[in-house]
């Protein structure tokens, strides 16, 4: 049974840093592309980084590219993201996904992706 069991989440203030991880357990996610989505209220979730578990290419939406950094620990089976520079605008529900086979241009696609987490909420308020 795939599980994605995300942590880090909770309440900074604006210009703080935050790491969220994804621990991806139940079968090997060697073909699979990992991202990190989020959605805020009355907003569609959108997807923010996205990496390759192998060969580890990512890409990142533009509103969060230079602040936030995806990467992974592949020994440990962890996804993480390092979130810096904050703002209230970031505030939102983070998920991790598993994607199988994804191809480059499909990595950021919501409806591409098989597992998800559960999503911890991330607010940044002063």
């Known amino acids: 049974q795939v599980q994605l069991v995300e942590s880090g989440g909770g309440l900074v203030r604006p210009g703080d840093s935050l790491r969220l991880s994804c621990a991806a357990s139940?079968?090997?996610?060697?073909?699979?592309?990992m991202g990190w989505f989020r959605q805020a209220p009355g907003k569609e979730r959108e997807c923010v980084a996205a990496?390759?578990?192998?060969?580890?290419?990512?890409t990142y939406a533009d509103s969060v590219k230079y602040r936030f950094t995806i990467s992974k620990d592949t020994a440990k089976g962890i996804v993480y993201m390092q979130s810096n520079s904050l703002t209230p605008e970031d505030t939102s529900v983070f998920y991790c996904?598993?994607?199988?086979?994804?191809?480059?241009?499909?990595?950021?696609?919501?409806?591409?992706?098989?597992?998800w987490g559960q999503g911890p909420q991330v607010t940044v308020s002063s």
């Open positions: 990496i390759k578990w192998s060969g580890g290419s990512s």
């Open positions: 139940g079968r090997s996610f060697n073909s699979y592309a």
């Open positions: 996904a598993a994607g199988a086979g994804l191809i480059t241009s499909r990595v950021r696609v919501v409806s591409a992706y098989d597992y």
